[in-house]
């Protein structure tokens, strides 16, 4: 059972917009910067997102991120096949001392 | 182009001690930033191990904090992880990572190397 809560799956057509959702509490996102990572298939976690909402160089802008209260979501525009993968959210947990990540959501571009 | 690369046993035995091995290039460890250690069992999610900064203060996950050392090789620009009284659920692939900065995000990623637990 993961701190943060991430939906299992998603699914949305080429060129359509998907947002992934991940839920916490008080002393994770509620306190501290969220950050979102793209896993594709047999490769290693890339960060998307970092400090909420903000892209590291070469991060397309069809990516975006966004944090109310104890939940941040992660917005992708222009769906894309290539785009499938697994996405995770991160951030530190002030009461657990330790960085922590949500249990990963899938998504499909039918 | 900070590049990391994990080297170690891809195969260890119950009960011994898992030994990692992440080489920096393009930056060197002691011009900042904190470095860790994340790992992912087979068809699950993230996990994450610890960290260490180049002055050799680290931080670990308090689930495994008992049986993990992280250390720093500054002549070597290397940071290692030792993580001992493994079972069967530590068989994982182990990521070594750079964070970006004071947000906890980990910009920089290995390729990731499997370690599998079994006599």
């Known amino acids: 059972q993961s701190v943060l809560t991430q939906p299992p799956s998603v699914s949305a057509a080429p060129g359509q917009k998907v947002t992934i959702s991940c839920s916490g509490s008080?002393?994770?996102?509620?306190?501290?910067?969220v950050s979102w990572y793209q896993q594709l298939p047999g490769t290693a976690p890339k960060l998307l997102i970092y400090?909420?909402?903000k892209r590291p160089s070469g991060i397309p802008d069809r990516f975006s991120g966004s944090k109310s209260g104890t939940s941040a979501t992660l917005g992708i525009t222009g769906l894309q096949t290539g785009d499938e993968a697994d996405f995770y959210c991160?951030?530190?947990?002030?009461?657990?001392?330790?960085?922590?990540f949500g249990g990963g959501t899938k998504l499909t571009v039918l | 182009q900070v590049q990391l690369q994990e080297s170690g046993p891809g195969l260890v035995k119950p009960s011994e001690t898992l030994s990692l091995t992440c080489a920096v290039s393009g930056y060197s460890i002691t011009s900042g930033y904190y470095w860790g250690w994340i790992r992912q069992s087979p068809g699950k999610g993230l996990e994450w191990i610890g960290s260490i900064y180049h002055s050799g203060s680290t931080y670990y996950n308090p689930s495994l904090k008992s049986r993990v050392t992280i250390s720093v090789d500054t002549s070597k620009n290397q940071f290692s992880l030792k993580l001992s009284s493994v079972t069967a659920a530590d068989t994982a692939v182990y990521y070594c990572?750079?964070?970006?900065?004071?947000?906890?995000?980990?910009?920089?990623w290995g390729q990731g190397t499997l370690v599998t637990v079994s006599s």
């Open positions: 991160g951030t530190w947990d002030s009461s657990l001392s330790a960085v922590v």
């Open positions: 400090e909420n909402n």
């Open positions: 008080s002393s994770n996102i509620g306190n501290n910067y």
């Open positions: 990572a750079r964070l970006l900065g004071g947000s906890y995000a980990f910009g920089y």
